[in-house]
T-cell receptor, first 113, second 114 residues
Framework: GESVGLHLPTLSVQEGDNSIINCAYSNSASDYFIWYKQESGKGPQFIIDIRSNMDKRQGQRVTVLLNKTVKHLSLQIAATQPGDSAVYFCAENKESNDYKLSFGAGTTVTVRA | NAGVTQTPKFRVLKTGQSMTLLCAQDMNHEYMYWYRQDPGMGLRLIHYSVGEGTTAKGEVPDGYNVSRLKKQNFLLGLESAAPSQTSVYFC?????????????FGPGTRLTVL
């Protein structure tokens, strides 16, 4: 079926190291892939998106990579900080579905001091 | 700007009771959404609206109704609450066409149905 999911439910990272959060998707017809961050007790917050015809996109301390051959999406966070501790969700949408977001289950990132 | 606000923050209902969750946004956004989030899961879309006076079904619409009488407000109703509707409910909004990826979320409403 059409779904977006994450490889690992939890990730522990040392402060200052780079984090890599992975996501596998099955719907090759998606137009966009998006990453959201959710801190404890708060609503999700948009991080970055990437159009399906791109391989890489960079933001502030974050990079999203899209590998359409293996249907894999990743979010890289440089120099991970304590404030990066959160649950990270990948999502996808497509024009033919009114661009409604379909979320994966999430990866909980814990930053160790 | 307050962004997206949700009322109430917490609510406990008995099975069969009804209630309305209110979402308000002050960003003049066209699109608004209601999601539910269950433990260990991502968000699932209940209903959404692409403009004042319009609503559409999402992934899990059964047992819920919505209304968008004013552009800034999006109401989610439960006519007869069931324990399966125990969840955290999030409202979101986005500017509209071409900016649908960046949705702005409210703080959530934690609903327990006994």
């Amino acid at each position: 079926g059409e779904s977006v999911g994450l490889h690992l439910p939890t990730l522990s990272v040392q402060e200052g190291d780079n984090s890599i959060i992975n996501c596998a998707y099955s719907n090759s017809a998606s137009d966009y892939f998006i990453w959201y961050k959710q801190e404890s007790g708060k609503g999700p917050q948009f991080i970055i998106d990437i159009r399906s015809n791109m391989d890489k996109r960079q933001g502030q301390r974050v990079t999203v990579l899209l590998n359409k051959t293996v249907k894999h999406l990743s979010l890289q966070i440089a120099a991970t900080q304590p404030g990066d501790s959160a649950v990270y969700f990948c999502a996808e949408n497509k024009e033919s579905n009114d661009y409604k977001l379909s979320f994966g289950a999430g990866t909980t990132v814990t930053v160790r001091a | 700007n307050a962004g997206v606000t949700q009322t109430p923050k917490f609510r406990v209902l008995k099975t069969g009771q009804s209630m309305t969750l209110l979402c308000a946004q002050d960003m003049n956004h066209e699109y608004m959404y209601w999601y539910r989030q269950d433990p260990g899961m991502g968000l699932r879309l209940i209903h959404y609206s692409v403009g004042e006076g319009t609503t559409a079904k999402g992934e899990v619409p059964d047992g819920y109704n919505v209304s968008r009488l004013k552009k800034q407000n999006f109401l989610l109703g439960l006519e007869s609450a069931a324990p399966s509707q125990t969840s955290v409910y999030f409202c979101a909004s986005s500017v509209g066409q071409y900016t649908y990826n960046e949705q702005f979320f409210g703080p959530g409403t934690r609903l327990t149905v006994l």
